[in-house]
């Protein structure tokens, strides 16, 4: 894919990392399309701003109608980058199933919706890439927020094998990792536990939750994680894994070598 001229589509543009993304991408030139739930089809498109659509990641029909809108206007499509993603947070014991349910509805299997949607464009046509927004706690678990960390660990299994089954058909696919990032995504956490289960809990999971919330207050802005997502975008052998953030790097060195024991100890130091 040449850097130059991409028409490219991201999911959950209307804020934090989707957001800022969309935003980098149309200030170098790109042709971009971003979705929202709220949005809606406007023509003619702009091709110095981002176009918002709308797209429910979780309901097919949404998905086939803002791709099949963007093909109407352009022809073809180069990248999705996909960032919709909200997190829950709770116990194993007190999230209800349904709503676990939700929580993978839209982290994993939104997400795989729109992967394929566009991989028979893409691999028609021979080229094309695809970079799934992951997260630190894809690899790192973190206690009363597991069913986000699950549902980002699906999406890291996902990811490395689509790498392996598209490659011959010349699709590039990346998993972009974020730390802590400070975005809405935090103030839009759901508590989803049974507050009678949830009483057993207590006070761990009012401190680890508390230790979250500060950690992506403090975090780094969502331009950081855009930064890289851009950097690696048209390239000719785009990593499979990229974790943001030096710190973060170390981690998921520390993390692959350390005892599953010990890391679990140094998790229950820090939450």
Same mark, same amino acid.
């Given at each position: 894919?040449?850097?130059?001229?991409?028409?490219?589509?991201v999911?959950?543009?209307?804020s934090?990392?989707?957001?800022?993304?969309?935003?980098?991408?149309?200030?170098?030139?790109?042709?971009?399309?971003?979705?929202?739930?709220?949005?809606?089809? /406007?023509?003619?498109?702009n091709p %110095?701003?981002?176009?918002? $659509?709308?797209?429910?990641?979780t309901?097919?029909?949404?998905? +086939? #109608?803002?791709?099949?809108?963007?093909?109407?206007?352009t022809?073809?499509?180069?990248?999705?980058?996909?960032?919709?993603?909200?997190?829950?947070?709770?116990?194993?014991?007190?999230?209800?199933?349904?709503?676990?349910?939700?929580?993978?509805?839209?982290?994993?299997?939104?997400?795989?919706?729109v992967?394929?949607?566009?991989?028979?464009?893409?691999?028609?046509?021979?080229?094309?890439?695809?970079?799934?927004i992951?997260?630190?706690?894809g690899?790192i678990?973190?206690?009363f927020?597991?069913?986000?960390?699950?549902?980002?660990?699906a999406?890291?299994?996902?990811? /490395?094998?689509?790498?392996?089954? %598209?490659?011959k058909f010349? $699709?590039?696919?990346?998993?972009?990792?974020p730390?802590?990032? +400070? #975005?809405?995504?935090t103030?839009?956490?759901?508590?989803?536990?049974?507050?009678?289960?949830?009483?057993?809990?207590?006070?761990?999971?009012?401190?680890?939750?508390?230790?979250?919330?500060?950690?992506?207050e403090?975090?780094?802005?969502?331009?950081?994680?855009?930064?890289?997502?851009c950097?690696?975008?048209?390239?000719?052998r785009?990593?499979?894994?990229v974790t943001?953030?030096?710190?973060y790097?170390?981690i998921?060195?520390?993390?692959?070598?350390?005892?599953?024991?010990?890391?679990?100890?140094?998790?229950?130091?820090?939450?």
């Amino acid at each position: 894919i040449p850097m130059k001229n991409l028409i490219i589509l991201v999911t959950g543009a209307s804020s934090g990392i989707g957001r800022a993304t969309a935003e980098r991408f149309a200030k170098q030139g790109h042709l971009v399309f971003g979705t929202s739930r709220k949005a809606r089809f /406007e023509k003619p498109i702009n091709p %110095t701003s981002v176009n918002m $659509i709308p797209m429910e990641t979780t309901d097919e029909k949404s998905v +086939k #109608t803002a791709v099949d809108f963007v093909l109407q206007q352009t022809g073809r499509l180069d990248l999705l980058v996909n960032c919709a993603g909200f997190g829950i947070a709770g116990s194993i014991e007190g999230v209800p199933v349904s709503e676990a349910k939700k929580q993978f509805d839209v982290n994993f299997f939104g997400t795989l919706t729109v992967i394929q949607s566009v991989l028979p464009l893409f691999r028609t046509a021979g080229t094309g890439q695809i970079i799934n927004i992951g997260s630190v706690a894809g690899y790192i678990p973190i206690p009363f927020q597991s069913m986000y960390s699950a549902s980002k660990f699906a999406l890291e299994s996902l990811t /490395e094998t689509l790498a392996m089954e %598209t490659r011959k058909f010349g $699709i590039k696919v990346s998993l972009v990792e974020p730390g802590d990032t +400070k #975005t809405g995504f935090t103030a839009s956490r759901i508590m989803s536990a049974d507050k009678h289960i949830e009483e057993n809990y207590m006070p761990e999971s009012r401190k680890a939750i508390a230790q979250m919330e500060k950690d992506e207050e403090n975090g780094c802005p969502p331009d950081n994680v855009a930064r890289v997502v851009c950097r690696i975008a048209g390239k000719k052998r785009p990593p499979v894994r990229v974790t943001v953030g030096f710190a973060y790097k170390l981690i998921y060195g520390f993390s692959r070598i350390l005892p599953t024991k010990l890391k679990l100890f140094v998790l229950k130091l820090i939450y």
